[in-house]
């Protein structure tokens, strides 16, 4: 199960950190990744791990302002987030996919967490 958390009302070029908890499983295991969905839109791909957690990949319309990290030993994977944009409101997602399917399609994951809501103001 997986359980994402930290979402809220932020301004505009503010920051918030999601934390997505992991239970039952081990993340090192998988391949994690964060996805975002905003009112009527489709769920896109926001940032994952490679097949063996040394590098990270993230969508261009967060890259140099996001960063995925995770905590093995807590059995947690965060989403830092820096100089929000309106445009980044969106219920934001954790999820799980075996390490050696494509990091960035959603459809490559098993298991997803609850979401949390992240609203940006302008």
């Known amino acids: 199960q997986l359980q994402a958390f930290g979402g809220g009302l932020v301004q505009a070029g503010g920051c918030l950190r999601l934390s997505c908890a992991a239970s039952g499983r081990t993340i090192r295991n998988y391949g994690m990744g964060w996805f975002r969905q905003a009112p009527g839109k489709e769920r896109e791909f926001v940032a994952t791990?490679?097949?063996?957690?040394?590098?990270?990949y993230y969508a261009d319309s967060v890259k140099g302002r996001f960063t995925i990290s995770r905590e093995n030993d807590k059995n947690t994977v965060d989403l830092l987030m820096n100089s929000l944009k309106s445009e980044d409101t969106a219920v934001y997602y954790c999820?799980?996919?075996?390490?050696?399917?494509?990091?960035?399609?959603?459809?490559?994951?098993?298991?997803w967490g609850q979401g949390t809501l992240v609203t940006v103001s302008s």
């Open positions: 791990f490679s097949y063996n957690g040394a590098a990270t």
């Open positions: 999820a799980a996919r075996d390490r050696f399917a494509a990091g960035d399609m959603a459809s490559s994951y098993d298991y």
